[in-house]
């Protein structure tokens, strides 16, 4: 990719400047200067990207752990529920024994 555009810059120049052997090697310099210019940019936005990045990955995994536990706690809830319901039906059941006893012997 670099050398593509070391190459496109190399005949761009060349065209507007007539030959001359002394010329070329401050045509290289400044084709590499420039160069160079583009892989430090294309550097710094990767650096200035990776924050963003790393934000949204954390920000995926605290959403993802909130879930978690959000549905943690649902399932707690709905076990708690079912045993209550269970204490429920077993002391209504007792209820009804006690009463059935009670008027059998009266």
């Known amino acids: 990719m670099i050398r593509l555009i070391f190459l ?7 065209k507007r400047i007539p030959y001359c052997p002394k010329q070329l090697p401050a045509i290289k310099t400044a084709i590499d200067f420039e160069n160079n210019e583009n892989q430090y940019k ?3 936005k990767e650096k200035e990207a990776e924050p963003e990045r790393r934000n949204f990955f954390t920000a995926a995994l605290f ?3 909130l879930a978690a536990c959000l549905l943690l706690n ?4 709905i076990q708690a529920a079912i045993q209550q319901k269970q204490i429920a039906e077993n002391e209504a059941q007792f209820a009804k024994d006690q009463l ?3 008027t059998q012997t009266c």
């Not at 649902?74 to 809830?77: K, V």
């Open 63 to 65: 959403i993802a752990l």
């Open 8 to 14: 496109d810059k190399y005949i761009s120049l060349m």
């Open 42 to 44: 294309l550097i710094r």
């Open 74 to 77: 649902a399932a707690a809830q």
């Open 100 to 102: 059935q006893l009670f």
